[in-house]
């Protein structure tokens, strides 16, 4: 089944720019969605098929999807932003929906 | 406003059943697929299984098949996932989700399922 490859954590200061990569085999030619778990909390969907964002996520919330890595990009990162997020594909194996192992935003 | 309630954790021994539920509201279960995922402690996101919008189909994570069933009663809002043969490593929070073709839009807040052996 496909496999998606995420570093396990990203550090970044508050009023930067983090960017989070979401590795896999052609990705760039399947939609990416992006979900955000703070802890103790469930999952919110934060970006759909590569870059659309849904109701109510932040302008500062962005994505892109190309070749082999798709990345989600978060600017001016607040202390809120601390969570762990997970991208997400749609594949036609007998798993159809697969998860990346998830980067943990630290906002140091 | 979409809300997803799920119930049912507990603790069990291993090889016992449970059925979970999810109580929907906010929007009409027949026009959406339902997932449900899970979360092992300390570990990422696995999603276990989904019904069709038209709830004639239903698909399932290796581990899941044949041993949970993925079902809905549209009359009561309610979705579930009944569970036999528990292991250990079933241990996991395990969320309802809305899905929405190839994505999924809105996650409850799980309920914990232990599976002791």
């Known amino acids: ?108 | 406003e979409v809300k997803l309630l799920e119930s049912g954790g507990a603790l069990v021994q291993a090889g016992e059943s449970l059925r979970l539920s999810c109580a929907v509201s906010g929007f009409k279960l027949s026009d959406f697929a339902m997932s449900w995922a899970r979360q092992a402690p300390g570990k990422g996101l696995e999603w276990i299984s989904t019904i069709s919008v038209s709830g004639g189909s239903r698909f399932y994570t290796q581990s899941a098949k044949g041993r949970f069933t993925i079902s809905r009663d549209i009359s009561q809002s309610m979705v579930y996932l009944q569970m036999s043969g528990l292991r250990g490593d079933d241990t996991a929070v395990y969320y309802c989700v809305q899905s929405q073709g190839y994505y999924d839009s809105f996650w409850g807040q799980g309920t914990l399922v232990t599976v002791s052996s």
Do not use: M
């Open chain 1, 1 to 108: 089944s496909y496999v998606l490859t995420q570093a396990a954590s990203v550090s970044v200061a508050p009023g930067q720019t983090a960017k989070i990569t979401c590795g896999g085999p052609s990705i760039g030619s399947r939609g990416v969605h992006w979900y955000q778990q703070k802890p103790g909390q469930a999952p919110v969907l934060v970006i759909f098929y590569d870059s659309e964002r849904p109701s109510g996520i932040p302008e500062r919330f962005s994505g892109a999807n190309s070749g082999d890595a798709a990345t989600l990009t978060i600017n001016r990162v607040e202390v809120g932003d601390e969570a762990d997020y997970y991208c997400q594909v749609w594949d036609s194996s007998s798993v159809p929906r697969v998860f990346g192992g998830g980067t943990r935003l630290t906002v140091l």
